[in-house]
């Protein structure tokens, strides 16, 4: 609203009064109520000025509006990143699954001896991290581990009492005995004896292996006398 709007509406409020106060001194002849005309005319012009301000008031409050909404679009804008960040967290719990079936498949006979090289694996990993224990012992011993895991479920297929037994007493006994006195040991023992740590871990992988064979061995001769049957049923 303008000063000159305003005051051009007052002003035609006042002379509007003004000729309604002339035209009411016919019937009343007090001076002061002929004189209540014009000042009622340009209140009421002041009056109009302000309603007719009012609508262009509210006819730019949406103009306005827009930029709210922009704010908001831009506020939300980190959200993307957000979502995008969350995805290989979705990959991680996706691919987790995984060793759970593997261990599942696991006969409930090597399920300790699982745990148990689990916390072999982590103990030699945390002493080759602070450099208690070198290279060689840390990846013989781990290679050793992934090993076993490895060939404990494809025991379990077989069913054999004695072979499950065997690697079971070969895990929780043997390999035992040589991994965690040699970890007590201190450093200047570590380094005289590590010799006596990588011969037994040799000596329980080559174990692992002639169970490994001796299993081969006993497939490739079922496979074979399965062959020769069905040769003779069938020539």
Known sequence: MTFWK???KSTVGGIVGYLAGILAGFWFTEDYITLIFPVVGTLAGVVWAKLSSNPTANL???LAEPVHVQDTLTTDQPLVPTLTEERPANRLSSSSPT????QEAVPPIFQPVLEYLAVLEDMVISEGQKDNLDNEIVEKSCSLFLRLQRVLPMLGELHNDEI???VKRLVLKDLNSIINPFLRLSGEAKSKNRRVLLDGIRDVDSRITH???TI???DLMELQTRAELLHQRYS
Do not use: R, Y
Request: no cysteine; proline share 11%.
């Open 211 to 213: 169970i490994v064979k």
């Open 216 to 218: 081969e061995h006993k």
């Open 164 to 166: 499950n037994h065997t």
């Open 6 to 8: 305003t005051f051009g």
């Open 60 to 62: 730019e409050k949406p």
């Open 99 to 102: 060793p759970v079936v593997e």
